[in-house]
T-cell receptor, first 117, second 113 residues
Framework: GAVVSQHPSWVICKSGTSVKIECRSL??????MFWYRQFPKQSLMLMAT?????????EQGVEKDKFLINHASLTLSTLTVTSAHPEDSSFYIC?????????????FGNGTRLTVT | AQSVTQPDIHITVSEGASLELRCNYS??????LFWYVQSPGQGLQLLLK??????LVQGIKGFEAEFKRSQSSFNLRKPSVHWSDAAEYFC???????????FGAGTILRVKS
């Protein structure tokens, strides 16, 4: 079945630094990828939708200059948390829509645990 | 706008007992409904989905869900729970096939032996 790979699975960084998270579709082409954030004991909240070759669409309240999304190819989307702060510590999960299968649901990566110290 | 309500934050069942996790949705058109399961520190795994047709949907790991339009519900069921089913379960509604999903708050399932 469709596999979405996310890297790294966990990262610890210092406040003020930037962190890049990669999301790859391994066996299918993903024209659309979605980035979610999950705080402890909470549900997943959609941050943004990235479309290959165009600008990402951010949900209300998500700072686009802080969470940079790049979807330069059909198999890779990246989320860069710029000037990270402790409140950015969270579990970030990407998901991808299979290109050819219109009725295919989203496939999720295993998530990235970000801790900002 | 779409919304999903999972009224039970925690549920504890005995191993071998039946299970039902509740999910209610709000959406103006025909919903696309999903159930996902998440183990601690992991991503989400799709259990089953409903797009159209038969309102009783079979999924993986012995799970099933029934879409009831009149009740705006999509409850997840399993006739006999195994200890390995302990996890967090999320119901989600989508605006279209594979489009962005809105998730419920999740239900944590604990299985006691």
């Amino acid at each position: 079945g469709a596999v979405v790979s996310q890297h790294p699975s966990w990262v610890i960084c210092k406040s003020g630094t930037s962190v890049k998270i990669e999301c790859r579709s391994l066996d299918f082409q993903a024209t659309t990828m979605f980035w979610y954030r999950q705080f402890p004991k909470q549900s997943l909240m959609l941050m943004a939708t990235s479309n290959e070759g165009s600008k990402a669409t951010y949900e209300q309240g998500v700072e686009k200059d802080k969470f940079l999304i790049n979807h330069a190819s059909l198999t890779l989307s990246t989320l860069t948390v710029t000037s990270a702060h402790p409140e950015d510590s969270s579990f970030y999960i990407c998901s991808a829509r299979v290109r050819q299968l219109d009725d295919s649901p989203l496939h999720f990566g295993n998530g990235t645990r970000l801790t900002v110290t | 706008a779409q919304s999903v309500t999972q009224p039970d934050i925690h549920i504890t069942v005995s191993e071998g007992a039946s299970l039902e996790l509740r999910c209610n949705y709000s959406y103006g058109a025909t919903p696309y409904l999903f159930w996902y399961v998440q183990s601690p520190g992991q991503g989400l795994q799709l259990l089953l989905k409903y797009f159209s047709g038969d309102t009783l949907v079979q999924g993986i790991k012995g799970f099933e869900a029934e879409f009831k339009r009149s009740q705006s519900s999509f409850n997840l069921r399993k006739p006999s729970v195994h200890w390995s089913d302990a996890a967090e379960y999320f119901c989600a509604v989508g605006a279209g096939r594979g489009n962005k999903l809105v998730f419920g708050a999740g239900t944590i399932l604990r299985v006691k032996s």
